[in-house]
């Protein structure tokens, strides 16, 4: 598990960040989705509302490696993460809740995400450089 710097903390927090989620599907094929239901529980934990998902949740239970990347404007980061959980109760569900009825959504559960590792990804001769 390593920690998110402040950086990406701060990026992922920012509404205006574009946020992908790649998972693996059982054949081995990409599967990516747009992220709009994203929340930093802690540096070392991401938390996803599941608002369908059934690609990705199926993809999950084959495979819990997937990565996440953000980006605005010409900084990006790709993190590797690792499904933890999914959660369908608690103090992270109502969190999600809140923050999904700003946009007229309702969440089933959230998915809980483990930090692996992240990239600089953005548009410079950094790109590809290992950050944690």
């Given at each position: 598990?390593?920690?998110?710097?402040?950086?990406?903390?701060?990026?992922?927090?920012?509404?205006?960040t574009?946020?992908?989620?790649?998972?693996?599907?059982?054949?081995?094929?990409?599967?990516?989705?747009?992220?709009?239901?994203?929340?930093?529980?802690?540096?070392?934990?991401?938390?996803?509302?599941?608002?369908?998902?059934?690609?990705?949740?199926?993809?999950?239970?084959?495979?819990?490696?997937?990565?996440?990347?953000?980006?605005?404007?010409?900084?990006?980061?790709?993190?590797?993460?690792?499904?933890?959980?999914?959660?369908?109760?608690?103090?992270?569900?109502?969190?999600?809740?809140?923050?999904?009825?700003?946009?007229?959504?309702?969440?089933?559960?959230?998915?809980?995400?483990?930090?692996?590792?992240?990239?600089y990804?953005?548009?410079?001769?950094?790109?590809?450089?290992?950050?944690?």
């Amino acid at each position: 598990m390593a920690e998110l710097i402040p950086l990406i903390t701060d990026m992922l927090k920012r509404p205006e960040t574009h946020k992908v989620l790649s998972t693996v599907t059982p054949d081995g094929k990409p599967h990516s989705i747009v992220c709009g239901s994203l929340i930093v529980k802690d540096p070392s934990t991401i938390m996803v509302g599941q608002v369908y998902l059934t690609r990705t949740c199926v993809n999950l239970a084959n495979n819990r490696n997937v990565e996440f990347l953000v980006w605005r404007g010409p900084d990006a980061y790709s993190i590797q993460a690792t499904f933890v959980s999914r959660q369908d109760s608690g103090p992270e569900m109502e969190k999600m809740t809140q923050l999904l009825a700003k946009m007229n959504m309702v969440p089933t559960a959230v998915l809980e995400f483990s930090v692996d590792s992240a990239y600089y990804e953005g548009i410079t001769e950094k790109a590809g450089t290992q950050v944690l």
